[in-house]
T-cell receptor
Framework: QKEVEQDPGPLSVPEGAIVSLNCTYS??????FMWYRQYSRKGPELLMY????GNKEDGRFTAQVDKSSKYISLFIRDSQPSDSATYLC????????????????FGQGTILTVHP | DAGVIQSPRHEVTEMGQEVTLRCKPI?????LFWYRQTMMRGLELLIY????????DSGMPEDRFSAKMPNASFSTLKIQPSEPRDSAVYFC??????????????FGPGTRLLVL
């Protein structure tokens, strides 16, 4: 069983829709939770970053972490065709001082298409 | 800043040949990561360095793979001999010293490797 599970999709939505992307994980040692966006034939780029549990909002994007359920989500409001990409969740462990080890474990990635 | 630079961008080789992938991290970054991405396995961490020293190479699939970082501005990933199953996109990423609440890995554009 993989440490991080993510539905690869593909997911197709109309422009303006609310998109929900999710990952589950099995290792309770994960403390840092990230979402990366990867456009076709490009490297991943960091989209959202959360430490421990809670919500974080940035413009049209909201990241949620529920450590009790080992479940993280990314919501995209008012989705745009430019949001079409692969979205990867990623996680890392932290030492006793709370500093990330830097070693990321990625989900499989969800392919999202937003059509006009 | 120019970002993470990888070369070559594309490589086609025949089974049994040696392949060398190159990476120049962002100046001032202390960590360097090598990843491999395939449709089947997603994005996998192969090895990472901190201050030019290999920290974790548990993701390196076989002895055919080796990585070096002779200085802070250059790293190589070598496959010898290459096999068709090594065909993938190889990404290099770099980040600064991990700080609490601040952890961003910057990815290069990747090298698309095809082994015939």
């Amino acid at each position: 069983q993989k440490e991080v599970e993510q539905d690869p999709g593909p997911l197709s939505v109309p422009e303006g829709a609310i998109v929900s992307l999710n990952c589950t994980y099995s290792n309770s040692a994960f403390q840092y939770f990230m979402w990366y966006r990867q456009y076709s034939r490009k490297g991943p780029e960091l989209l959202m970053y959360t430490y421990s549990s809670g919500n974080k909002e940035d413009g049209r994007f909201t990241a949620q972490v529920d450590k009790s359920s080992k479940y993280i989500s990314l919501f995209i409001r008012d989705s745009q065709p430019s949001d079409s990409a692969t979205y990867l969740c990623a996680m890392s462990k932290a030492n006793a001082g709370g500093t990330s080890y830097g070693k990321l474990t990625f989900g499989q990635g969800t392919i999202l298409t937003v059509h006009p | 800043d120019a970002g993470v630079i990888q070369s070559p961008r594309h490589e086609v080789t025949e089974m049994g040949q040696e392949v060398t992938l190159r990476c120049k991290p962002i100046s001032g970054h202390d960590y360097l990561f090598w990843y491999r991405q395939t449709m089947m396995r997603g994005l996998e961490l192969l090895i990472y360095f901190n201050n030019n020293v290999p920290i974790d190479d548990s993701g390196m699939p076989e002895d055919r793979f080796s990585a070096k970082m002779p200085n802070a501005s250059f790293s190589t990933l070598k496959i010898q001999p290459s096999e068709p199953r090594d065909s993938a996109v190889y990404f290099c990423a770099s980040s600064r010293l991990a700080l609490r609440y601040q952890e961003t890995q910057y990815f290069g554009p990747g090298t698309r490797l095809l082994v015939l």
